[in-house]
Each structure stands twice: as structure tokens, then as C-alpha cells.
């Protein structure tokens, strides 16, 4: 099987960096000038330490998914046809024609 290449035009373009400039705090690269909140490291500190890290996760993510569904309207969520359209149209050549799904 071979290996799918991007076109030729993203290929040639160049990445974007945040140049690293030698300053006290990097507001370019998101750097807060304040350390976080107590209360949140307290609570982050209780959190690992719940976790049994000697266990893999759940592979279905099941807490997860279902504390996203109950923040989330299922209409403002982007399905997995449009997604693939999303990550796969930079693959695709010029000149090639494409199976899209339907909108």
C-alpha cells in the first residue's frame, strides 16, 4: 500500500513558528505572566491522585463521551463524514476528482 502524499501546494508551504524572543514572559507562545490559581492545583493534585495510573484507561472513553454529550448540543458537532473531508482535501491532487459526501 502506498503512502498518500499531500499535494504539491501544501508541501511547499512552510510551517508556522512563534519566533522565541528573549523576554520575561512570551505572550506570542501563550505564556501566562501569573502562576494558576491555588484552588485549581489543589484540585488538579486530587485528581491525579485519584487516577490509577497502573490501569490503562477505558478505550471507549466512556466518561469522557458522555460528559462532552451532556455540554453539547449533537447539532454544533461536526459528524465523522465531514471531518475526513476536512483532513483528506489537503491529500488531494488538482487534477484528481474526489467522492464527497453529501451536505
Known amino acids: 500500500m502506498s503512502r498518500i502524499e499531500p499535494r504539491e501546494q501544501i508541501v511547499a508551504m512552510s510551517g508556522y513558528h512563534s519566533p522565541q524572543v528573549d523576554v520575561p514572559v512570551r505572550l506570542n507562545t501563550n505564556e501566562s505572566p501569573f502562576a494558576p490559581p491555588a484552588a485549581w492545583v489543589e484540585s488538579l493534585a486530587g485528581i491525579a491522585a485519584s487516577i490509577d495510573w497502573n490501569r490503562y484507561p477505558d478505550r471507549s472513553a466512556t466518561a469522557l463521551r458522555a460528559e ?34 453529501a451536505r
Open 68 to 101: 462532552i454529550a451532556s455540554r453539547c448540543d449533537p447539532a454544533d458537532i461536526r459528524g465523522y463524514a465531514e471531518r475526513l473531508d476536512l483532513e483528506l482535501t489537503p491529500m488531494q491532487q488538482a487534477d484528481e476528482e474526489a467522492v464527497r459526501h
